[in-house]
């Protein structure tokens, strides 16, 4: 770990960054500090990141750290406004954008839905708080998401867990590093997580970078303040100094314990749902499914553990002691059921697998709003059509595109091959003889209606439509969010499931109609 006073050199003295007179050994030295932090958390050299920025001391100090990395890291600067504290929430809000525009970071604004209450406020806003993370880290190339929390903030979150009960997966502090379990491409890193707060104090004063303070950290309504306020002073009353630093030195040791779990149940891991990009769930968190069979052959101990992990990793939520109990009670007494879980999630025990399904679809977004926000996005060389969302019925032009109210698009456009080549076999890309279409002028996107058939690729006759979901592994509840490509009453393709039988690709096809299903 670099020591503090050659780490407070390489700091620039204002919040404005790295300024270009300053000595190649500076930046230099930048980078050098970053390095062993990005290391021990597997941040990979140039890997697009994602920065919680808060604006707060820990987070403006991470900012200024990774963007001296050399190679250097694509960044984006994310603020996430819950709202709760009026004029003081619109002041953070403005001095990230301002730090962002001087440091030539790009940053984006999230803002939170959430009410006052006091009840489970920390819980509600640190979900969505993620949720918008994970939907920029999906956006902007897969990328890590990178938090400020530091050794103080693990500390506290284990003391919470351990005095508001815990199971055996939540005894350890913050982890450097976790993977979001229905996002595998996307994880949290912690490059400060082993340092103390004390420490990167005197680094931020050294340097004299300017940042914001939340008046919200106060307020003992909170449970963290009242243990951060209240308990840890206690104990250092009671066991001094060493107190402290034996917790530090216990939670170290229950992190062993925990890695060492995580190896033995590292196999199990959610498999993707079918079809999840038609079926309209969220696309960061489509649900999953996992072999009864493989939870049944571990110990009830190690299965309740492997249990949890599985929840959190799914729902991004922990799940409760008791309702944790009863799940493994299920298992071990061979039921089938269905568990409400947090957030609108639920878990069924099936005969051979759990399948975990995730909240309804998400909520519409009215076409005007879209056009708006939608403008930041790169310039399309076709007509994009904006069809109301009520609608639930769109237009399709050639080469067009279409928008629909969950933020998923379908593209089409015409292909007139020079050479043979092969016919895509993706879920989300098929290409259909253009010369089957009837009347291209006539192409829609629209979504089930009762009465509806449909004859799939390689089968031998229609059947309806409710029937070949349902045979496709698509819960009833998802049926009404598969978009259909159709001409007049004919259902072309059975977007992200599978293409009519007809207007297939054959040996003397010379135009083809390319069609595509977007979720980011």
Not at 334 to 349: F, K, N, P, V
Request: positive net charge.
């Amino acid at each position: 770990m670099p020591d503090n006073s050659l780490f407070a050199d390489a700091l620039p003295r204002q919040c404005g960054g790295t300024h270009p007179q300053q000595s190649d050994r500076v930046r230099a030295l930048w980078s050098e500090r970053w390095a062993p932090l990005a290391r021990a958390t597997g941040i990979r050299d140039g890997e697009p990141l994602i920065i919680a920025l808060s604006g707060g001391s820990d987070s403006v100090l991470l900012l200024q750290l990774a963007r001296q990395a050399d190679p250097a890291h694509p960044l984006r600067a994310v603020h996430v406004d819950h709202g709760l504290r009026a004029e003081e929430s619109s002041g953070d809000a403005q001095f990230c954008a301002e730090l962002c525009h001087r440091l030539g970071v790009e940053f984006r604004l999230r803002k939170l839905d959430l009410d006052g209450r006091k009840s489970g406020l920390e819980a509600r806003a640190r979900a969505l708080r993620y949720r918008a993370l994970l939907e920029e880290a999906a956006d902007f190339g897969d990328a890590t998401i990178v938090t400020a929390h530091h050794a103080d903030d693990a500390l506290e979150t284990l003391l919470l867990r351990w005095t508001r009960g815990t199971r055996t997966g939540g005894l350890a502090g913050l982890a450097p590093r976790r993977s979001f379990g229905m996002a595998p491409r996307v994880s949290v890193a912690r490059p400060l997580v082993r340092l103390r707060k004390a420490q990167l104090g005197a680094w931020l004063a050294e340097s004299q970078l300017d940042h914001r303070d939340d008046s919200s950290n106060a307020d003992l309504d909170f449970a963290r303040n009242r243990l951060r306020r209240q308990l840890l002073p206690q104990v250092e009353a009671v066991a001094g100094t060493e107190g402290i630093e034996n917790l530090f030195a216990f939670a170290n040791a229950v992190q062993g314990l925990e890695n060492a779990l995580e190896q033995a149940i590292s196999h199990l891991a959610w498999t993707p749902i079918p079809h999840a990009q038609a079926r309209g769930t969220r696309v960061l968190r489509p649900g999953g499914r996992v072999a009864r069979g493989d939870l049944m052959r571990l110990s009830p101990a190690l299965r309740k553990c492997a249990l949890s992990r599985l929840l959190l990793a799914g729902t991004m939520a922990a799940p409760g002691r008791a309702l944790l109990d009863t799940i493994a009670r299920d298992l071990r007494e061979g039921r089938s059921t269905r568990r409400a879980l947090g957030g609108g999630w639920s878990l069924h025990l099936r005969a051979a697998e759990l399948v975990l399904e995730p909240p309804g679809p998400a909520e519409s977004v009215d076409a005007e709003t879209a056009q708006v926000t939608g403008s930041t996005e790169p310039a399309l060389p076709f007509p994009v059509n904006l069809a109301g969302g009520a609608q639930r019925e769109y237009r399709l032009c050639l080469p067009g595109l279409v928008r629909m109210a969950d933020g998923r698009r379908l593209s089409a456009q015409v292909l007139r091959p020079r050479a043979p080549r092969e016919v895509p076999r993706e879920e989300c890309v098929v290409e259909l003889d253009f010369s089957a279409v009837a009347d291209p002028r006539a192409l829609r996107v629209r979504f089930p209606r009762p009465g509806d058939r449909f004859h799939a690729l390689g089968a031998p006759g229609s059947k309806s439509l409710t029937r070949f979901l349902a045979d496709r592994g698509i819960p009833r509840s998802d049926r009404p969010n598969v978009p259909l490509v159709t001409c007049g009453s004919e259902i072309l393709w059975v977007a992200g499931v599978r293409p009519a039988e007809r207007p297939r690709v054959r040996a003397n096809t010379v135009s083809r109609l390319r069609l595509e299903l977007e979720t980011s």
